[in-house]
């Protein structure tokens, strides 16, 4: 069969060759190039020009001819008929349009041409008065932009060369075309991760300066290229619409711009939804979804207006569809992750809408095994987009599942939906295993799955695996499933403590990331939870009390609340608190002693008094607080403070420090008493508050019995 | 007999905004195109004699298989009486100077057909004519029956205006005194402009179909009510609101499905009081569903249908139901069943039933149990259900939402169902009477779109250059057809195609086309007679045709005997372009396709004028025409003015001003030679709206009125040659009678033709359209066609017979439940 296959492209190449070429060997082929480049030599310049047109027609559409003459240095020669004033304007534009015609060819056809520094030479070009030299300049600079290997700043070096191009988009379809298009291929965000969509806005200043899209902004990118939406020419419209798509992902600034623009009377909004109407190209409906996504994201417009939840989503979602080309639905399920991302009553439209969920399982299934041998062509094919469909459909189930538990049972519920996850969190393919990582997190928020099918098909152990040696963004997601995996219900707790999972947890706390040490430390803390005496004690040897008070003197307030919530989960049940107390009891005292005094909102504060309430449920540990004046005297104030929640905590601390059935009760109602809290308790027993009113009373019995 | 006076209150009030219709006028300025002016007139006018005396007796009509025979006897010795009666008013016109404007009597001819509901109608007048202001001329045959129909259900007239009514119908004979009851009841009867009387829309084949209550009062009922629908008026007429819905939902329906002929397969509009369980109510207008039952079982699950079944044109069908109530438990089942599918259930539980439940969400497929399907559903959210008939499936929406396919495979013909089962549980359905949640047009864009690439991706002709060959060849065949030889030539020559015809036949035919389109009837006659000798002969019924067209241009005053009998000067009286033909140019041929449209369902061979009944009632086709006639209008106008005022100057004695406007420019187009096929449409344009430019310049008329159409030219000589005329034409219809049986189409024409002479002025009698040059094309293609026949060509050029068959293809596919004719017309590929 492949036989066969090379037979027919044999066949079919045979002809092309013969046509342009006489049936010689590459020597003469090189022979007949050199020929071409000679005659760019000449001194007569119609001679020149007629070479020109001849090479011109030479390499169209055949690629050896133009790696030939790249080889042969035909390119400075172009460049340099092309700068010269002296040249035909006529000439000029043939030399544009053969360099077009040459990086039109290979990847390495660009980078030899970048070489030679053609971009300036080019752009230098487009300062000449002659139209038609100008489009070919364009045209070729186009072609060369929207190559991937292409450095966009390229572009952005000239700071006059944007307000040019703007000026220029007025002079005729094409350079509104070329402009367009270029524009949309040189903004690319500096901090755009390739492998998923950003959760926090684009910071507007990069370390080059302004970004791409808000220099585009500045020089007036929207209301220039708007009216080009309503163009009569479809490349126009199209590029157009692409140039949007890229300057408003992520961009507040330019989004909030957008929806108050009007071309002809209408409203961008409204351009972009007739833009979504079905009978329009797919290319077309698909960017201009994206564009309205990213306007929504940003705030621009809201979620619940009708042209997002009865417009754009449906649409995007059509886009997943298995009637679209692969590539379409790729980015259709990636778009509509992005919108539906941060909103619940998106997430709930877009499940039930055309058995969405049903629809992305077949992302799974390619390559297909029937394409396998019969069809090389589009095994080729699905096993490009494979990945990357496999990885879209991650995300939008992470999407999708983020809030709604009905919905992530029907994720779940979907055919093979573990194993899929479990598959994609150990394939070769970064991007599909953070999206895994992803999905796996937003299904990891359902207390039930936890508790049935993730320990059914041990998702711990590849997420283990994951976490090992990988990127921070992969640790970042995997570190919270964990947090989610280690909760005390959940059975696969254990098995993870065995693979070592504190270890890497306590290096995760001494993160440079900010993201990493909150979800170390939480996980710590939900592992902590409940947990036995060796576990415990392995956390905090595993931690090492320094790197503690480094994190209970961390600047994020997440941190510190995780880090107090793992120090009162560790701080429970009464032989765990005075084992504790007695190997670290001097060092968690000055800490609480320093949160208690410092500048703190009430949620740490509370949470700190509660540790000292676990402290005081010590046998021993008591003392440490009954012998420390200082301690006493900042519960005493809690007592009385203007907040609820630290009386009721301080409260709770007083309480265990008195309370009856213990040895040497007495001895510390009467200190305490003696420090004046009984008065307060009577106060406190005439608070109009029912949970404030029940502990002071309570507490008030001990001192009766 | 001159009635042509312009005393101010004949003429029309340039922007005031009524049409003071005129008794004796064609129409009036103030419309834009006096066409709806004429159509208005027509409808007040009554068609038959009405002005001679008492009507016929009225007594016990007999039998109506004898009845047409009986009329025609009676008309023998009438008419004999009714010369002389005509002689004396004519006189006396004359000495009034032309004042009165009641019609005179001259033939009575009566139409027995439409004597007992004349006489059982207070109003004859005013209910005949719908036909005749709907269909265009000569359209009665296949009318009729629907005629007799759309009687029926009129409203009686209103009291105030019987009175005037009935002195427009019959104003007494020869009284001075009834010259003012006529206008005045032409004014009464002309209903406001907004209102009533839309210009007969468009038939196409159904648009009448709803019970669209003409607005205003008795009058405007009387007048704008359109043909018969097959559906009749689920409300009385006197609710506003309800109105104002019905119309809506009329217009949604129209546009959403404007393929469905609504007479062959009406659209649901409500659910079925009869097609429903007994457990369930209906109210507001049969809109809303309610449980009635018990609800302990499944078995008191209860159901309803709609009234009608989806028709397959649709392509896309699309209501939706809001629940308004989910009653005790909200056990609702919304989707499609096939007629005599048991309603004591839920839709989905048996063969050939199919619903989405509300309480679990699950779809059920003919089957008692259910598959997920999707979201439940309850108290205010708006279920839509979605019937693709391309593909045959169905899908379900909610609250806007499209939850997926559903069903494959549906059978044809369902109906909208739902069913109920628990106490308390309503329902309300939208069938387009309300703008839907779901934006189902985008889907249907996005269907028309893929139908639509679909034909134009069609792979046409293995072999290169066959496919333009073939459309060269039909190209070629058209031209040669309707005698384009100069055309035809030249394309022949630049594509290397060969002429079937010799130049010399083309030649003749085109000479006899000329003849015929110039109204020379008896010209025509006699060539065809010369060139094919045996063609008449064979073929007695053309002849017939032909000499009652004859007939008709005799009293228009331009056929050949009448015309050296007037004095006129050949030039002024030939009131038609002679083009080659106009008839035929794309946007006109019609009458060609449909024609064939006919041969091609088998039942319209038998007569010739059948064939245009139905091209004149094709509603998009005529509307083409109409719009592209608007369009000349002015360019005529502007081009022209100086040579009318220069006519007038001259005073030469026009029968119609415009006429002669008209050959002038005629003239032009000859010298341009080969440019004829680039006059066609302006022709047929200028050719269309005669009256309109007359009115137009009336001002300049003034002066000239005495001169403008007379009967037979104005003289007294050719009035004779043409009575005498008519009565070798009566006699000839008798001897046919005889030898060929009876011919109602035959008969029917005669009658129309004779009708004429019931006018004082027949040109804006409600038969006067018979008059209108543009009468000429049917004649004129029957006998190219026949001609044609002859030479063993055929009869219809394979343009406009692939074309027919296109369109009858279309209509079959909807017939067999093909859902993609919705999105392919025929005229979508004709520009």
Redesign the interface.
């Known amino acids: 069969m492949i036989s066969w296959i090379l037979l027919m492209f044999l066949y079919l190449s045979v002809p092309a060759h013969l046509s342009e070429n006489p049936p010689k060997r590459t020597v003469e082929v090189t022979a007949s190039s050199r020929h071409y480049v000679d005659r760019l030599f000449d001194l007569d310049p119609q001679k020149v020009l007629q070479g020109v047109i001849d090479m011109k027609n030479a390499v169209i559409g055949n690629n050896k001819q133009k790696a030939n003459l790249i080889v042969l240095g035909a390119v400075p020669r172009l460049l340099y008929l092309l700068q010269q004033e002296t040249s035909s304007t006529e000439l000029r534009t043939e030399c544009a349009v053969v360099l077009g015609s040459l990086a039109m060819g290979t990847e390495n056809n660009v980078k030899s041409l970048l070489d030679c520094h053609i971009i300036p030479a080019l752009l230098q070009g487009l300062l000449s008065p002659d139209l038609k030299f100008i489009e070919a300049c364009l045209r070729c600079l186009r072609t060369i932009f929207i190559s991937p290997v292409t450095p966009e700043d390229l572009l952005y070096t000239d700071a006059t060369v944007i307000s040019h191009l703007m000026a220029l988009l007025s002079r005729s379809r094409y350079t509104q075309e070329y402009i367009c298009q270029i524009f949309s291929h040189c903004c690319k965000l500096q901090h755009w991760h390739s492998c998923g969509f950003k959760s926090l806005p684009q910071p507007l200043l990069c370390a080059n300066g302004p970004d791409h899209q808000t220099i585009l902004f500045n020089h007036g990118a929207v209301q220039n290229i708007a009216h080009l939406l309503v163009s009569t020419s479809y490349k126009v419209r199209m590029q157009a619409l692409k140039c949007f798509s890229v300057l408003a992902f992520e961009n507040p600034q330019v989004s909030m711009t957008l929806v108050n623009v009007s071309v002809d009377g209408e409203l961008l909004p409204q351009i972009f939804v007739k833009m979504l109407q079905r009978d329009k190209p797919i290319e077309m409906q698909l960017t201009s979804a994206k564009c309205l996504t990213s306007m929504c994201r940003a705030g621009a417009i809201r979620t619940d207006d009708s042209c997002i939840v009865l417009k754009t989503l449906p649409c995007l979602v059509r886009m997943c569809s298995k009637e679209r080309l692969l590539e379409e639905r790729v980015e259709g399920a990636e778009t509509l992750a992005y919108l539906i991302e941060t909103d619940v009553e998106l997430q709930r439209i877009a499940s039930i809408t055309d058995h969405l969920i049903v629809m992305l399982a077949d992302y799974f299934k390619y390559p297909s095994s029937v394409s396998a041998i019969t069809d090389i062509k589009r095994l080729d094919h699905d096993l490009k987009h494979a990945h990357e469909l496999r990885q879209a459909a991650f995300k939008l189930y992470a999407s999708l599942g983020a809030n709604d538990e009905d919905i992530r049972k029907k994720i779940i519920e979907t055919e093979n939906m573990m194993d899929r996850i479990v598959n994609g969190l150990s394939e070769s393919s970064i991007k599909v295993r953070l999206a895994a990582v992803r999905c796996l997190h937003s299904l990891s928020r359902s207390v039930q799955q936890l508790r049935t099918s993730f320990q059914d098909h041990a998702v711990w152990k590849p997420l283990m695996k994951v976490l090992q040696n990988a990127p921070n963004e992969m640790l970042v997601v995997a570190s919270s499933t964990l947090c989610n995996l280690l909760l005390e219900f959940s059975p696969s707790k254990e098995p993870i403590l065995e693979s070592g999972a504190i270890e890497l947890l306590c290096s995760l706390t001494q993160s440079e990331n900010l993201a990493l040490r909150v979800n170390g430390i939480w996980a710590l803390m939900n592992m902590a939870f409940q947990a036995e005496q060796k576990i415990k004690s392995d956390i905090l040897r595993g931690l090492s009390t320094e790197q503690l008070f480094q994190l209970l003197s961390d600047s994020d307030v997440n941190v510190l609340m995780k880090t107090l919530g793992l120090l009162r989960n560790l701080l429970s049940t009464r032989p765990h608190i005075d084992h504790i107390m007695s190997t670290h009891g001097k060092q968690i005292m000055q800490a609480v002693t320093l949160i208690l005094e410092g500048e703190h909102n009430i949620e740490v504060k509370e949470q700190t008094l509660c540790i000292l309430a676990n402290i005081a449920d010590g046998t021993t540990a008591k003392e440490l607080i009954m012998t420390n004046d200082d301690i006493l005297q900042k519960i005493k104030y809690y007592m009385s403070h203007s907040n609820a929640k630290l009386q009721l905590a301080a409260m709770f601390c007083i309480s265990n420090l008195i309370w009856n059935e213990e040895e040497g009760s007495q001895e510390r109602q009467d200190k305490l008493r003696d420090m004046g809290i009984v008065d307060i308790l009577h106060k406190l027993s005439q608070s109009s508050d029912p949970n404030l009113c029940d502990k002071a009373k309570t507490a008030l019995q001990q001192y009766l019995a | 007999m001159n009635v042509g006076n312009t005393s101010p209150d004949s003429l029309c009030q340039p922007n005031s905004g009524v049409c003071v219709g005129s008794w004796a006028l064609s129409g009036c300025g103030c419309c834009r195109s006096c066409l709806r002016c004429r159509d208005i007139l027509v409808t007040t006018a009554g068609k038959w004699n009405r002005a001679g005396g008492p009507p016929p007796p009225l007594g016990a009509p007999p039998p109506p298989s004898r009845l047409g025979e009986e009329a025609e006897e009676d008309e023998e010795k009438e008419e004999k009486e009714e010369e002389e009666e005509e002689e004396e008013l004519r006189g006396r016109a004359r000495r009034r100077g032309g004042a009165r404007r009641e019609p005179a009597p001259v033939l009575a001819l009566r139409p027995p057909r439409f004597r007992p509901a004349r006489l059982g109608s207070a109003r004859p007048g005013l209910h005949r004519p719908l036909r005749a202001a709907r269909a265009p001329p000569g359209a009665a045959m296949s009318g009729q029956q629907q005629q007799q129909q759309q009687q029926q259900p009129q409203p009686q007239p209103p009291p105030p205006l019987p009175g005037a009514a009935a002195a427009a119908a019959a104003p007494p004979p020869g009284l001075p005194a009834a010259a003012s009851p006529g206008p005045a009841a032409a004014l009464l009867l002309h209903p406001p402009p907004a209102t009533a009387a839309p210009p007969p829309p468009p038939p196409a084949g159904s648009s009448g179909g709803g019970p669209s209550a003409p607005g205003g009062g008795g009058a405007g009922a009387a007048v704008g009510l359109p043909a018969a629908g097959g559906v009749p008026a689920p409300f009385p007429h006197g609710d506003p609101a309800l109105n104002e819905q019905e119309k809506e939902l009329k217009r949604r329906l129209k546009r959403l499905y404007p393929a469905v002929d609504e007479q062959e397969t009406p659209l649901p509009r409500s659910w079925s009081p009869k097609d429903k369980f007994s457990y369930i109510g209906l109210s507001q207008n049969n809109l809303r569903v309610h449980y009635k039952g018990h609800g302990k079982t499944p078995k008191d699950a209860a159901s309803v249908r709609a009234t009608h079944p989806i028709p397959a044109a649709c392509g896309i069908y699309y209501f939706e139901v809001k629940i308004v109530s989910k009653g005790r438990d909200g056990y609702m089942g919304i989707g499609l069943s096939a007629q005599g599918v048991n309603m004591n259930r839920l839709p989905g539980w048996d063969k050939h039933s199919y619903g989405y439940h509300g309480d679990d969400g699950h779809s059920f497929c003919s089957s008692g149990t259910g598959q997920p399907y999707?979201?439940t559903f309850t108290t205010g959210d708006v279920i839509g259900c979605c019937v693709n008939l391309i593909n045959n499936t169905c899908f379900y929406t909610?609250n806007?939402?499209?939850?997926?396919?559903a069903f494959t495979d549906l059978p044809p013909n369902l109906y909208p169902t739902v069913g109920l089962q628990t106490p308390g549980e309503v329902v309300d359905a939208n069938f387009g009477q309300h703008p839907f949640v779901f934006?189902i047009e985008?889907?249907m864009?996005?269907w028309?779109?893929k139908i639509q690439a679909q034909i134009d991706r069609f792979p046409i002709g293995d072999r290169e250059g066959e496919w333009q060959t073939m459309i060269q060849k039909m190209v070629s065949s058209y031209l040669v057809h309707h005698g384009y030889c100069a055309t035809a030539e030249a394309f022949a020559r630049s594509t290397d195609q060969t002429v079937l015809e010799e130049l010399a036949s083309i030649k003749n035919r085109q000479r006899i086309q000329k003849l015929v389109l110039a109204g020379r009837m008896g010209e025509a006659i006699e060539t065809t007679q010369q060139l094919y000798p045996s063609l008449l002969e064979r073929n007695p019924n053309l002849l017939f045709a032909l000499k009652v067209r004859q007939f008709i241009e005799m009293v228009n005053g331009t056929d050949s005997e009448v015309r050296c009998l007037g004095g006129h000067s050949p030039k002024s009286q030939d009131s038609y372009p002679v083009s080659p033909r106009s008839f035929s140019s794309p946007s006109m041929s019609p009458s060609h396709g449909m024609n064939i449209h006919n041969l091609a369902t088998g039942k319209g061979s038998s007569t010739h004028f059948s064939g245009f009944e139905s091209s004149c009632s094709n509603g998009v086709i005529s509307n083409k025409a109409h719009q592209s006639y608007c369009h000349s209008k002015h360019t005529t106008t502007s081009l022209n003015v100086p040579e009318l005022n220069n006519i007038n100057v001259s005073r030469s004695q026009q029968v119609n001003s415009y006429s002669s406007n008209d050959v002038d420019m005629e003239t032009d187009h000859y010298s341009n030679g080969v440019a004829e096929t680039s006059s066609n449409g302006f022709l047929n344009g200028s050719s269309k709206h005669d009256h309109e430019m007359e009115e137009c310049d009336t001002e300049m008329e003034v002066d000239s009125s005495q001169l403008r159409r007379q009967l037979c030219g104005g003289s007294q000589a050719a009035i004779e040659r043409m009575i005498h005329f008519g009565r070798e034409l009566q006699a000839m219809s008798e001897q046919l009678r005889r030898e060929c049986g009876k011919n109602t189409a035959n008969k029917k024409m005669l009658k129309d033709a004779f009708s004429l002479l019931a006018y004082s002025d027949p040109w804006s009698s409600p038969v006067g359209n018979q008059l209108d040059p543009i009468q000429r094309e049917p004649v004129c293609s029957v006998l190219n066609s026949a001609i044609l026949e002859t030479h063993n060509l055929p009869k219809q050029p394979p343009l406009a017979l692939a074309m027919g068959q296109a369109s009858q293809c279309l209509g079959l596919m909807a017939r067999s439940g093909i859902g993609s004719c919705a999105f392919a017309t025929v005229e979508d590929y004709l520009h």
């Not at chain 2, 806007?400 to 396919?405: E, K, N, P, T, V």
């Open positions: 999707g979201p909610k806007g939402h499209s939850l997926g396919i934006d985008d889907y864009r996005e028309r779109t």
